[in-house]
């Protein structure tokens, strides 16, 4: 009974320590499931002295969180994002994997000392991105990207574990068999996984919907339900060898899109779940560690982690993407967010529930290279996406703004604003607001009286406006009754100097110019000016912005390689002598030197 008792204790406090580590580290940039594990490690055998090292409970409670970290992140994708990002992600998910696990896996059979497959083991275990660590940190702190890139580097993150857990669970039997062919069975398995996997995840998604729309339950039961049916989901498709990450990802995007019951509700619900996930796996994954015993992997550790993301993930993404015409900011970016994180931790597990040989040094790699990729990679995402000016600004978080849910059949959701100071509708008057098409004003509340519709000539701070929405259409009510985007920020991203409305000449000269389907950020250069797209309505280009200097995205300060200039010059001239008197002479730079200092050159700002 005291054993319980200091169970819960200990549990809740480090619950609620890490919620308020989480608020502080925010602050200062850092990554929170670096946060989150830190604490786990700290409350550890080597820190407060909690002793676990049941593998088989993490791995059973990891498995539980990571289904509800993906089931949640389908749910917030838009269908428009998978529409976007598809085909890359599909690519970077399957043969970016394997490209990515291959030249890791070199690595670790030369650093380690290990026969091929236990080498391509350590590659297949650390090869996917972390859908719990991109989600995170893509919407931390309201960064918001241009949208081809952050949907596929979500999507990618969603869809990637199969391969990953399919390529272990595979070099695992062979280890264990001893070798063998393995054409056979990585083939098998990878059909087996993929195919099951989404079959499972579209029909639950669609049968999910139409019975949360019949049935009749309390309402705090439809959220309960419906995070029943995922985790059920994610168990049946795996006992049958199907990607149960897969099925509930796939699941949450088709419900996710599709008109529910307490919609509102059921997403507030699964975002409080996700959270707790994400602390639970990452506290319960560092008191796992035992940070002593990480001394002799450090080296090893530490080589591969840089192999990786310095070498195996860009190279997966050139050879991948250069087909879909990212640029090369695009490109730099998406590589360097090849962020690991409680998957490959979670992967690391299954070596050592297997009785591999050497089972925890694949544990020990694994988690040095996690720890190096969120120091590395996860506290300067922000940073590199400023510098390489791929960020937007935020788009509107609906701040004051009330949902009320209706019947699953009518297919308008009844809005509510209190609209602030700083909204586009604010102090306009009425019949130059453009309301968007199928949006009826139900009515508006002045000063606690109802305002009658035909003696509304302006809309005021203050006043309540209650409208009937299609959802579609909710992103552009927002637009105008909400907080005008970076209003109370210190620095806004720039989307032109100059705006004009994407009428069919500048909007068909950029659709035609852009690779893909255009999405607010895109940019277009035109001699010396550039055209950026800052408003998107109903799929078509609605507002253009004009740059007439565009900068150019560097990764160091720009007054660095003028100083590096000065200072080679300074170092060229050396003095001599002609009739006694000391002058100064260029000294003319060889090829190599010149060569050299070309590259130098590039590598200090990444031009266009």
Not at 50 to 62: M, R, S
Not at 167 to 195: K, N, P
Not at 230 to 258: D, E, H
Not at 267 to 280: C, E, K, L, T
Request: hydrophobic share 55%.
């Amino acid at each position: 009974m005291e054993l319980a008792n200091q169970l819960i204790f200990l549990g809740s406090a480090l619950l609620v320590v890490s919620i308020i580590a989480g608020v502080l580290s925010s602050r200062i940039g850092a990554p929170l499931l670096l946060v989150f594990l830190a604490l786990g490690m700290a409350a550890g055998e080597d820190g407060l002295g909690i002793q676990f090292d049941n593998f088989g409970a993490a791995y059973l409670l990891g498995s539980l969180s990571l289904a509800i970290i993906l089931f949640d992140g389908g749910l917030r994708t838009p269908l428009r994002s998978v529409k976007i990002a598809w085909a890359p992600a599909s690519v970077m998910a399957t043969i970016g994997v394997v490209i990515t696990a291959a030249i890791t896996g070199l690595a670790a059979v030369w650093l380690l000392d290990l026969p091929w497959i236990a080498g391509l083991l350590t590659g297949a275990i650390v090869a996917s991105t972390d859908a719990a660590a991109v989600f995170l940190l893509l919407h931390q702190r309201g960064m918001e990207l241009r949208k081809r890139i952050g949907a596929t580097l979500e999507v990618e993150s969603g869809v990637n574990d199969p391969m990953a857990v399919f390529l272990t669970i595979t070099l695992v039997e062979l280890l264990v068999a001893g070798g063998g062919d393995v054409t056979f069975t990585i083939v098998h398995s990878f059909l087996l996984q993929l195919g099951v996997g989404a079959v499972a995840g579209v029909a639950v998604g669609l049968a999910l919907a139409l019975v949360v729309n019949r049935l009749e339950l309390a309402p705090g039961l439809y959220p309960v339900f419906v995070i029943a049916v995922a985790c059920a989901l994610f168990g049946g498709t795996q006992m049958v060898g199907g990607s149960g990450f897969l099925a509930v990802y796939l699941a949450g995007i088709v419900a996710g899109n599709r008109r529910m019951r307490a919609n509102q509700l059921i997403r507030r619900f699964h975002d409080g779940m996700a959270w707790i996930s994400q602390i639970v796996m990452f506290l319960i994954l560092g008191l796992l560690v035992t940070p002593s015993r990480l001394i002799d992997d450090i080296v090893p550790g530490t080589i591969i982690a840089l192999v990786l993301i310095f070498i195996a993930r860009p190279a997966a993404t050139m050879l991948c993407l250069i087909p879909f015409r990212f640029s090369r900011e695009e490109l730099l970016f998406i590589s360097w967010v090849g962020l690991r994180g409680a998957v490959p931790i979670f992967l690391a597990i299954i070596p050592v529930l297997g009785g591999i040989e050497h089972g925890m040094q694949y544990f020990n790699v694994t988690f040095i290279v996690v720890l190096l990729s969120l120091l590395l990679q996860g506290w300067t995402v922000p940073w590199l996406a400023r510098r390489l000016d791929l960020q937007l600004p935020p788009a509107p978080e609906g701040e004051g703004r009330l949902d009320l849910d209706l019947s699953p059949q009518i297919d308008r959701d009844l809005i509510g604003y209190r609209l602030p100071e700083s909204a586009m509708a604010a102090n306009k008057p009425f019949k130059q607001i453009q309301i968007p098409p199928r949006v009826r004003l139900i009515t508006v509340l002045r000063d606690g009286a109802v305002v009658p519709k035909y003696k509304i000539e302006a809309l005021y701070p203050g006043d309540y406006v209650l409208l009937l929405c299609p959802p579609e259409q909710a992103l552009a009510a927002d637009r105008l009754f909400t907080a005008r985007r970076g209003a109370d920020r210190k620095m806004e991203v720039r989307l032109g100097d100059f705006v004009f409305e994407g009428d069919l000449t500048v909007g068909a000269l950029m659709a035609a110019l852009l690779p893909g389907t255009p999405n607010v950020g895109d940019r277009v250069t035109l001699g010396a000016v550039e055209l950026v797209i800052r408003d998107m309505r109903d799929g078509e280009i609605a507002e253009v912005g004009l740059i007439l200097e565009p900068g150019r995205p560097h990764l160091l300060p720009p007054g660095l390689l003028s100083r590096a200039q000065a200072i080679t010059r300074r170092l060229r001239r050396r003095p001599v002598s002609v009739d006694g008197t000391v002058e100064t002479a260029e000294r003319r730079p060889s090829r190599l030197t010149a060569s050299w200092r070309g590259l130098f050159e590039r590598s200090l700002f990444w031009r266009r």
